[in-house]
Structures are given as C-alpha cells and as structure tokens.
C-alpha cells in the first residue's frame, strides 16, 4: 500500500536523491510545508515570512520500504542537534522537520527519534519537531528532481556544503 510523508531537512534539492533511489520509494517532491499561506513562491519562502519550511514529500511503497527505513536514511541526512536551518542554510525555512499524517506514522517517527536519542551519538539534544500535517505546496517545476537537471551546479553545491562531512564524521 502505498504512504506519504514529509520531511525536513534544510534545502530541499538535498533531500531528494537521498530517498529517490531506494526500491519501493515511488516519488519524491519538492515543495513547502506547513506555512501560514497558500501556494507560496520560492522567493517568499527563501524571505522566511511564510512559516513554510522546505520540505520533500515523499511517496513509498510501504510493502517493499517502511517507515522506518526512510526515517533510517532521513536521520542519517541531517544535523538534528539543529533548530537553525540545516549546515549552510540557515533560517527557519530550513529547519528539520518530520510531517506526519496518520498517528501510526506520528507513534513510529517518535519512537525512531527515540531510538536516535539512545544511541548517544551526539553532544546536543535532538531538537527536530514531528508535527502534524497541516499543508503542503510543490516547488516550482525547476526545483523538482534539481540533481537530475542540473547535475553540474548540484554537484558543486553539494561538494561545497558540510553537509557531506557531517555525515561522514557522524555516520561512516
């Protein structure tokens, strides 16, 4: 059967790959979540006046991928010891968030954040927020599937982040 979920972790264009090549994850969107308008722009989320957060909405198979298992790789993409944004983006548009649908899916992402929290990994609390669903608005055409498009300035933005060292001194 097939699930949804949202998920935040900072600029969205590194949130999509991730996710997108596991078996049973059938689409990744980028887009904005939980914000006080309706259909906002890039522009006036990146102003970090809507509330929104950049967000990917994230469509699975749940028979081949679970829950757990995306929550597995989402934790493994962020710095959840950070309310600010996420490495080089900063501002609540960027700030980690898990976006639930159902209470199964709250119950699992709150015992998935318990877990993390009892691995003793890191020296700050985990701070990421698991909310309820409340809105989500798809990115303009050109932020979908951004490292597909334009692999160049994805992988330049990518090589330049601290994101990629975060996660190779936190997890590998």
């Known amino acids: 059967m097939n699930e949804q979920i949202i998920l935040a972790g900072g600029c969205f264009w590194c949130m999509v790959k991730p996710f997108d090549h596991n078996d049973g994850v059938i689409s990744v969107v980028s887009g904005y979540s939980n914000?006080?308008?309706?259909?906002?722009?890039?522009?006036?989320?990146?102003?970090?006046?809507?509330?929104?957060?950049?967000?990917?909405?994230?469509?699975?198979?749940?028979?081949?991928?679970?829950?757990?298992?995306?929550?597995?790789?989402?934790?493994?993409?962020?710095?959840?010891?950070?309310?600010?944004?996420?490495?080089?983006?900063?501002?609540?548009?960027?700030?980690?968030?898990?976006?639930?649908?159902?209470?199964?899916?709250?119950?699992?992402?709150?015992?998935?954040?318990?877990?993390?929290?009892?691995?003793?990994?890191?020296?700050?609390?985990?701070?990421v927020p698991i909310e309820p669903y409340v809105n989500f608005y798809p990115a303009e055409e050109y932020h979908q599937d951004f490292y597909k498009k334009s692999p160049a300035r994805y992988h330049a933005n990518e090589a330049s982040s601290f994101r990629s060292s975060f996660i190779a001194k936190t997890w590998e």
């Open 35 to 127: 914000g006080k308008i309706a259909h906002p722009t890039y522009e006036q989320v990146c102003r970090g006046h809507t509330g929104h957060t950049e967000a990917v909405l994230i469509t699975f198979d749940n028979a081949l991928i679970s829950l757990e298992e995306i929550l597995t790789i989402y934790w493994r993409l962020i710095d959840p010891t950070d309310s600010e944004g996420q490495f080089e983006d900063r501002g609540p548009n960027y700030r980690p968030a898990i976006i639930y649908f159902t209470k199964e899916q709250k119950t699992i992402a709150e015992r998935s954040k318990q877990n993390l929290i009892n691995e003793n990994l890191f020296d700050k609390p985990i701070i």
